[in-house]
């Protein structure tokens, strides 16, 4: 009987796997295509996720090669234009990187971690008792002791654990076409002619994307009522003509799709022995949030279900994935449905929304509290022995098990002691009997660590990594930081029961 059975192969099954690999437990994959798509989906990642990948020593895989990684200078908010300048402390990092590339990377690193992924195996049935999950291949059975459904909006595994996926359809398909060219300013100049900006550009028959992430290569987006079907590259034109009431030079069609986006959240996130991440849990209708919730689900789960298969934390710990991940869910759906409500809303309405709320994003607090957002740290974690609840949005009150710090979630880049419980931890510069180092290089082996930075504390037991240190501006003078990097508690006092709520093996 396998461990754990992952089915989906795509970035977030990936994922999973290398987290729970890296924890001493080897998954075996499934994926029913044969190969990686080469499918463009996501452009890039963004929020809390590109620090885990700092955190686990991916940072510089994604970002080799990429056309943009750091502190993006701004978001287009719902096509309302957000702006970050001043803003040196907001948390929010990007890294443009094609989907298909992030798979390819997350697959090499699996395979060094000794995952095994088997392609061309689609899972047709799933069933559970008291003992294990049956899986159900084409002419054989799997059994394992606990499985994970990261197969993506149309999870069967979802489906064939009953939970339900309510949410909206948009009633809107986008077309997008990757089109290469010698001369993408061409485009855009042209464009310009007929009035039209790189960007959403509205008008009163529908939406039109036009940007380039590639040099040679642009993108093309059209939107407009109707549903997701085949395209060709003349139902492409014919759909520009009806939006903008003109042609454009596209180029040579690399890629072609249609989309039609939901706004979907699992019921429960887990049935007994079975559990869901990524696209099988949510579909986020837009603001580019999708991989940054769903790796970081990956994360959260991956560290849980290896200490519990491996006996050294109690069960109830695999509770905390709902109880911490499905608030960030019901999070980030409520900003990607503003922000696809920004996008929809066409004529005088629309602009005047638009108009309005770019001057209100142009004040600080609300540019802040927007990246906070998008970034994924605006919702804090809390403890086991809290029960459910916890992931309740920071600045208010009864957020996990620490204060609240005025301004919300990781304040003005001055998050300290207790406030820090239930954060993602920062990326402090330490100094140690070994040299220099900094928390990302301490959390790379996927250990929980206690940091003492001063605080004189130590905890016993092989699991725990314990490491002292000084820092120039400790925010605690001792963190017990989990190995998904939430920090599980600050201080001498009460650090020992904290350790054994979360790290039973203590
Ligand atoms: C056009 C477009 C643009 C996007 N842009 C962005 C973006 O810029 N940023 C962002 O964060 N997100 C973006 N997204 C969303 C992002 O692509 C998804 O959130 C992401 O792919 C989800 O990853 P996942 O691993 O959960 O699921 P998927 O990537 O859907 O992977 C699921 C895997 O499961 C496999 N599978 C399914 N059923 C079975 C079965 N029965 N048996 C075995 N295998 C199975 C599939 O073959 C697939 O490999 C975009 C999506 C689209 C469509």
């Known amino acids: 009987m396998d461990e754990v059975i992952i089915v989906g192969a795509g970035p977030v099954g990936l994922m999973l796997a290398c987290e729970l690999a890296l924890a001493g437990v080897r998954p075996t994959v499934l994926d029913k295509r044969p190969e990686i798509s080469d499918l463009p989906r996501a452009n890039g990642v963004g929020g809390q996720i590109v620090r885990m990948l700092d955190y686990r020593g991916l940072l510089e895989r994604f970002a080799e090669g990429s056309p943009f990684a750091g502190r993006p200078p701004g978001f287009p908010f719902g096509s309302v234009p957000l702006r970050f300048a ?17 798979e390819r990377l997350l697959s090499e690193r699996a395979a060094e971690l000794g995952v095994e992924v088997v392609r061309g195996t689609p899972v047709r049935g799933l069933t559970q008792d008291d003992d294990g999950v049956t899986l159900d291949l084409p002419g054989r059975r799997l059994r394992a002791h606990c ?20 949410g909206t359809t948009d009633d809107e398909v ?149 109880t911490e991940r499905r608030p960030v869910g019901v999070r980030t759906l409520t900003h990607t449905r503003a922000q696809a409500a920004l996008e929809r809303l066409t004529g005088e309405d629309g602009t005047a929304l638009r108009d309005l709320l770019t001057e209100v994003f142009a004040f600080e607090q609300p540019a802040r509290h927007l990246a906070n957002l998008l970034d994924g740290s605006d919702t804090r974690s809390g403890t086991p022995s809290k029960g459910a609840g916890e992931g309740v949005p920071a600045g208010e009150p009864g957020g996990g098990a620490g204060g609240v710090v005025a301004g919300g979630a990781a304040g003005r880049g001055g998050v300290v002691g207790a406030d820090l419980v239930g954060r993602l931890v920062p990326d402090l510069q330490l100094s140690t009997g070994d040299g220099p180092t900094r928390v990302a290089e301490l959390m790379r082996d996927g250990r929980p660590l206690l ?5 004189g504390a130590t905890l016993d037991g092989d699991w725990i990594r314990v490491v002292r240190a000084r820092c120039d501006d400790p925010p605690a003078d001792t963190l017990l930081i989990r190995p998904d990097g939430q920090v599980a508690w600050t201080g001498t006092a009460g650090l020992r029961e904290a350790a054994a709520e979360w790290l039973q093996s203590v």
Not at 91 to 99: A, E, F, N, S, T
Not at 147 to 164: K, M, P, T, W, Y
């Open 86 to 102: 001043g803003l040196d402390d907001i948390p929010l990092r990007m890294v443009m990187i094609q989907q298909p590339r992030m």
């Open 174 to 322: 986008l077309l997008l076409g990757h089109f290469r060219t010698g001369q993408v300013t061409g485009l855009f100049e042209q464009s310009r002619v007929m009035g039209l900006e790189p960007g959403w550009n509205h008008t009163p028959h529908g939406r039109l994307l036009l940007t380039s992430l590639q040099p040679g290569v642009h993108i093309v987006g059209v939107r407009e009522k109707g549903a997701a079907g085949p395209v060709t590259l003349a139902g492409f034109q014919a759909a520009i003509r009806r939006v903008i009431g003109a042609d454009l030079p596209l180029g040579e069609p690399i890629w072609l799709s249609s989309t039609v986006t939901q706004a979907r959240l699992a019921e429960r996130y887990r049935s007994g022995r079975v559990f869901l991440a990524g696209d099988a849990a949510h579909l986020f209708p837009a603001g580019g949030s999708a991989l940054n919730v769903g790796l970081m689900d990956a994360v959260n789960l991956g560290w849980k279900l290896a200490a519990v298969l491996t006996g050294r934390a109690p069960v109830r710990l695999l509770d905390t994935y709902e």
């Open 147 to 166: 499985a994970v459904g990261c197969d993506g909006g149309h999870s069967l595994v979802r489906e064939r654990l009953g939970i339900a996926f309510p």
């Open 451 to 455: 940091l003492d930075l001063g605080g």
